[in-house]
């Protein structure tokens, strides 16, 4: 089993950046890829990007092209998302998610974190 722990969230500027992670306790970490979704109020769960257990990175249909980047230290059991030029939009409820083998869809995640909140505000 694998447990799931967000950090980094937070209040920033619009035009700002902001680093949050995901990190895990359990079995193999290396074993799984992971993925951020995020969630704002009264709006449906959307995926943000993921990243297989090799690096390749997957990307799901919100638009964070340019903005958004994710990596992953396996040593640290630990995944990153790095957000550049946030825009109020962006303010959500980010959940980081661990899926055997591949990225998938939301459905195909088995452990998923409580997330931390990201709020856009000038």
């Known amino acids: 089993q694998l447990q799931l722990a967000e950090s980094g969230g937070g209040l920033v500027q619009p035009g700002g950046s902001l680093s949050v992670s995901c990190t895990a306790s359990?079995?193999?970490?290396?074993?799984?890829?992971i993925g951020w979704f995020r969630q704002a109020p009264g709006k449906e769960r959307e995926g943000v990007l993921c990243?297989?257990?090799?690096?390749?990175?997957?990307k799901y249909g919100v638009s964070v092209e340019g903005r958004f980047t994710i990596s992953r230290d396996n040593a640290k059991k630990t995944v990153y998302l790095q957000m550049n030029s946030l825009e109020a939009e962006d303010s959500a409820t980010y959940y980081c998610?661990?899926?055997?083998?591949?990225?998938?869809?939301?459905?195909?995640?088995?452990?998923w974190g409580q997330g931390t909140p990201v709020t856009v505000s000038s």
């Open positions: 359990g079995e193999r970490f290396d074993a799984y890829a």
């Open positions: 990243i297989n257990r090799n690096g390749g990175v997957i």
């Open positions: 998610a661990a899926a055997q083998l591949f990225c998938s869809s939301p459905s195909g995640f088995s452990y």
